[in-house]
T-cell receptor
Framework: DVKVTQSSRYLVKRTGEKVFLECVQDMDHENMFWYRQDPGLGLRLIYFSYDVKMKEKGDIPEGYSVSREKKERFSLILESASTNQTSMYLC????????????FGPGTRLTVT | TQLLEQSPQFLSIQEGENLTVYCNSSSVFSSLQWYRQEPGEGPVLLVTVVTGGEVKKLKRLTFQFGDARKDSSLHITAAQPGDTGLYLCAGVFRGAGSYQLTFGKGTKLSVIP
């Protein structure tokens, strides 16, 4: 079974803290994605990576950074968490940037207080 | 970023009823994907439609791609409580040198026993 795993299902952090969200896939996919999902706004792309050490900004990159040191692992970093970053964060991987199916992890529900 | 409009945003129906969910864009899709997301999980691909006018069936779910490849619909016959979830369409657009996947905001379906 193909799998995308995320380090935490639930996370509570304080304003100003540095937050790391980790994502690991076992499908040898080159492309990995980070989305946030908010009621009424749908899935919005934060960043994606098409190769190790490569990254591209998505639609809403402000306040986030990413790291891809190994093919299977893609990390999302909130340098200084703010309350408006409270959201569901979904990681996905795919064999293609957009044409093929994206496989999603279960999500991390982050609350910033 | 291309825009996809999904309607309705919410749908609450009785078990056994039929329903249709719509996905529209002003742009032409290379292909279109439909995902279902259950509470607490990431989206999972149901089907991909590629050819204008294409119809695909998945048990009680019928997916149709518009002739002009700008719209799609998902029809569920005799809905069951297990169909409850968030249905997302995702349009694949050909950008500069690569494909781009854009998600609609989703239709939240509740099927009441």
């Amino acid at each position: 079974d193909v799998k995308v795993t995320q380090s935490s299902r639930y996370l509570v952090k304080r304003t100003g803290e540095k937050v790391f969200l980790e994502c690991v896939q076992d499908m040898d996919h080159e492309n990995m994605f980070w989305y946030r999902q908010d009621p009424g706004l749908g899935l919005r792309l934060i960043y994606f990576s098409y190769d190790v050490k490569m990254k591209e900004k998505g639609d809403i990159p402000e306040g986030y950074s990413v790291s891809r040191e190994k093919k299977e692992r893609f990390s999302l970093i909130l340098e200084s968490a703010s309350t408006n970053q409270t959201s569901m964060y979904l990681c996905a991987s795919s064999s293609d940037r957009g044409l093929n199916e994206q496989y999603f992890g279960p999500g991390t529900r982050l609350t910033v207080t | 970023t291309q825009l996809l409009e999904q309607s309705p945003q919410f749908l609450s129906i009785q078990e056994g009823e039929n329903l249709t969910v719509y996905c529209n864009s002003s742009s032409v899709f290379s292909s279109l994907q439909w995902y279902r997301q259950e509470p607490g999980e990431g989206p999972v691909l149901l089907v991909t439609v590629v050819t204008g006018g294409e119809v695909k069936k998945l048990k009680r779910l019928t997916f149709q791609f518009g002739d002009a490849r700008k719209d799609s619909s998902l029809h569920i016959t005799a809905a069951q409580p297990g169909d409850t979830g968030l249905y997302l369409c995702a349009g694949v657009f050909r950008g500069a040198g690569s494909y781009q996947l854009t998600f609609g905001k989703g239709t939240k379906l509740s099927v009441i026993p």
